[in-house]
């Protein structure tokens, strides 16, 4: 049995944050016959467009036909080309995802 790819998306403005989700996610992962392939960046306030582009870059570095799944750390991003990409690159791969801590378009949101 394949073990299924699970994309992470979110920013690593809080570490603390960031290394409790990884723990429950990881104990997941292992119970459920799951790798996870996390895409992190470290965007500030966004205050030029040119980087807040650069900024959202590392969120179409995966094919994300490839993936079985996403999971976006909603509440770790803030600026609106991160959530912008990520809505139409999961879109476009036709792949389930969750969204967690903010609203995301038509993405189940918790």
């Known amino acids: 049995m394949m073990k299924r790819r699970i994309a992470v998306f979110g920013c690593?403005?809080?570490n603390e944050y960031l290394m409790s989700v990884n723990?429950?996610?990881n104990q997941f992962a292992a119970e459920h016959h799951?790798?996870?392939f996390y895409f992190i960046n470290y965007s500030d306030s966004g205050n030029d467009s040119n980087e807040e582009l650069r900024e959202a870059n590392i969120y179409r570095l995966p094919d994300l036909k490839w993936f079985d799944g996403a999971v976006i750390l909603g509440s770790t991003l803030h600026l609106e080309t991160e959530f912008s990409v990520?809505?139409?690159t999961i879109k476009e791969a036709q792949i389930p995802?969750?969204?967690l801590g903010d609203?995301?378009?038509?993405i189940s949101s918790f």
């Open 97 to 99: 995802a969750v969204c």
């Open 23 to 25: 723990a429950i996610f």
């Open 34 to 36: 799951a790798d996870l």
């Open 86 to 88: 990520l809505t139409s």
């Open 103 to 106: 609203r995301l378009g038509r």
């Open 12 to 14: 690593g403005w809080s």
